[in-house]
């Protein structure tokens, strides 16, 4: 028996993007069941019983892909910028769809998934989830102690007060960073705030993901164990 699902859900493991990457295609009227123009992601659908199509395509479901990239700086994380140089899916295989979970900055390098799955996606970026995320800033000056210390107890920045997980002294100018949130260009701000600019900025560690050996411009598989991993963790 086909498994009854909401169409939000359906269009999601199609490949289309996150769930609600997906209930935005619905409301913007651009998907039908049966002929029929719906907007309401709650909708429940059959999947191969009923007939949904996005613009008036077909669509289905996907074979799941997930990737390990060690991403370079220079790369954009999306799939399509009309004012990017060069994207980020340009790095792992093309033959499927996949899309980056979360960002780096195109001057950011490090890990990032991408992948199609787009309840994996959800998770991974929906803020209660708050997946940690390892980084290494070299700065073009070093914080004093004071400094270090005031970072470690939090700071107030100007969409709200973050205090990192954990914040090391690697050498005269380098720190090892770890937060939980995604907000737009965080690190880079933190340090910001106390006047430093950073020159260069590298995820090493994403939830327990390493780079290991895989080096930059390099992707691989994730692992079922993996996998599993990240959707529990």
Known sequence: MTEIMR???????CGLGSRRNCEE????GR???????IDSPALNVEPGADVILLDGNPVSPQTKAYYLLNKPIGFTCSLADEHAERLITELV???IIVWPVGRLDRDTSGLI?????????QRMTHPSFEKSKTYVATLDKPLASSELQELAKGVELDDGRIKPDAIVELDGTSYEITVHEGRNRLVRRIFEHFGRKVIALNRTKLSFLEAGSLKLGKYRHLTST????????
């Open 31 to 37: 998907v039908s069941v049966n002929g029929q123009l």
């Open 226 to 233: 993996e996998i599993t991993r990240l959707r529990n963790a």
């Open 93 to 95: 295989p093309e033959n």
């Open 25 to 28: 295609l619905i409301t913007a």
């Open 113 to 121: 998934i991408l992948t199609n799955d787009g309840d994996l996606t």
């Open 7 to 13: 169409i939000a859900k359906y269009l999601a493991s």
